[in-house]
């Protein structure tokens, strides 16, 4: 019923940026949160940042700083601009969204992941 399509991975150097897009498309009455979450090989999928449809937005202590995420509702879609990237910060990055569908409920979705490679 409804689709995230993220854009934006790829291979980058330490200290470089990135700017992950996430468009979610579909049977949507509203999108109350939308956000990245990230899972590097051999451990636990963990949040990097969310944005509320209201502006408040939450950081992993991780990023606080050198990431910053944004968001267009009138186009449904949830952005994450990566500075100053870190080979720790190399991961498949997730988007999420807390959709309400037109039925009127509402549903937790998860993009198919992006990869995000930081290497010399």
């Known amino acids: 019923q409804v689709q995230l399509v993220e854009s934006g991975g790829g291979l980058v150097q330490p200290g470089g940026s990135l700017r992950l897009s996430c468009a979610a498309s579909?049977?949507?009455?509203?999108?109350?949160?939308m956000g990245w979450y990230r899972q590097a090989p051999g451990k636990q999928r963990e949040l990097v940042a969310t944005a509320t449809s209201g502006g408040t937005t939450n950081y992993a202590d991780s990023v606080k700083g050198r990431f910053t995420i944004s968001r267009d509702n009138a186009k449904n879609t949830v952005y994450l601009q990566m500075n100053s990237l870190k080979p720790e910060d190399a991961a498949v990055y997730y988007c999420?969204?807390?959709?309400?569908?037109?039925?009127?409920?509402?549903?937790?979705?998860w993009g198919q992941g992006t990869q995000v490679t930081v290497s010399s």
């Open positions: 999420n969204a807390l959709v309400t569908l037109t039925s009127r409920s509402t549903t937790d979705y």
């Open positions: 579909g049977s949507i009455f509203s999108i109350y949160a």
